[in-house]
């Protein structure tokens, strides 16, 4: 179980800025809903001024997502644009009083976001230049150019460190190969002409950012998805909703949310909340996704 602070589980469970922003003249959107994560940041940005009057957000995704997203709003408010840019991922862990190593990514994810809604405010088409490279991790849809800037930008050295930071090599780590020789090139620009850098601290096996488990058959994986389920179920039904099981295919858990949680605003922040006990609870990368996403058999 990952260790959170005090600050981590305030904003989790009483998010500042959750949903939408009706005055929003600035908005960025990262990351997908197919790939386990995603954020949609809003701002109310004074034009005379550029002061960031006003900021909400709507995520989908673990509770690490939420709290760094909640965080990033508090931070960025009172800012004017430029200041703003400078907020990095590592200054939103920060004011979280620290994110578990597993977890950086969600801070990254909240930089590229806010970079995003500033473009969108000076009609600027952002890019997050993530299509210009080869992909890496086509478990995570994680590509070249991702996996160097946050190398460079936060001085990482090993595959973990990469997959904890991106999500890249958390799968099948058949990427690892490719995440080395990246940072293999980071390193010997680090070190610069004529000097050898050394190589990645890289262990032959990384490991696994979760838990080892026992392989489970599928009939156990179902016991262990409902005894999940059932252990959210009165707090959801205390406030009018439930939750059930719709279908388990491969790493997909898909739900029925219903009552007050359907169409709820915070339905986003519930499956993140249930997506990642089932993550603790399963010993494994699963997502959690309502029942309207489930594939249509022809």
């Known amino acids: 179980m990952w260790e959170y602070s005090d600050k981590v589980r305030e904003h989790f469970f009483n998010p500042r800025n959750s949903g939408p ?21 809003m701002l109310k940005v004074k034009p005379e001024t550029e ?19 909640s965080a990033l709003t508090e931070m960025v408010k009172g800012l004017t644009l430029d200041e703003a840019l400078k907020v990095s991922n590592q200054n939103i862990a920060d004011y979280l009083d620290g ?57 990482l050295n090993t595959v973990q460190e990469v997959t904890f930071y991106t999500k890249a090599g958390g799968g099948c780590a058949a990427c690892h190969e490719g995440i080395e020789e990246i940072l293999a090139k980071v390193m010997s620009e680090r070190a610069g002409p004529g000097e050898v850098s050394p190589p990645p601290a890289c262990p032959a096996v990384p490991e696994a950012p979760l838990p080892p488990s026992v392989k489970l058959t599928l009939v156990q994986k179902i016991k262990k998805i409902e005894a999940v389920l059932e252990s959210v179920r009165p707090m959801l039904q205390r406030d009018g909703g439930d939750v059930e099981l719709a279908d388990v295919q491969g790493k997909k858990i898909y739900v029925h949310l219903k009552g007050a949680c359907s169409g709820c605003m915070m339905e986003a922040a519930t499956l993140g909340g249930i997506q990642q006990k089932m993550i603790e609870t399963l010993g494994e990368l699963v997502q959690v996704l309502p029942s309207s996403y489930m594939p249509v058999e022809a």
């Open 99 to 155: 994110l578990p190593p597993e977890k950086m990514h969600c801070s990254v994810m909240g930089r590229e976001a806010l970079q995003a809604a500033i473009a969108n405010f000076r009609g600027e088409v952002w890019s997050d230049n993530h299509e210009e490279g080869a992909l890496i991790c086509k478990c995570f849809a994680v590509d070249a150019v991702m996996i160097e800037d946050v190398v460079k930008a936060n001085n």
């Open 51 to 69: 002061i960031i009057e006003d900021a909400h957000f709507q995520t989908f995704g673990c509770g690490s997502a939420i709290a760094s997203s």
């Open 21 to 41: 922003l009706e005055e929003a003249n600035g908005i960025g959107d990262v990351g997908s809903i197919q790939c386990g994560d995603a954020l949609r940041l």
